[in-house]
């Protein structure tokens, strides 16, 4: 089930981000939940992405010294 929600979450923040390439929160939350998937490079992308449209991001600056 927490597969599949991951899954889900990931299909829905790619899609809002086809609309709005600069929404540093769903990059954020595609970075956490590539993150909670174990797909540690991906994660980091999203987290570069964020911080190219909000480069004090805290969370996606958090992120990025753990992964």
Do not use: F
């Amino acid at each position: 089930l927490r597969d599949e929600m991951l899954q889900t979450a990931k299909k829905h923040l790619t899609k809002a981000l086809k609309l709005h390439k600069t929404y540093s929160a769903a990059w954020v939350l595609l970075g956490n939940a590539h993150t909670e998937s174990g797909e540690w490079d991906q994660a980091r992308i999203c987290y570069d992405n964020c911080l190219k449209t909000y480069t004090h991001q805290p969370e996606a600056l958090a992120r990025l010294q753990y992964n």
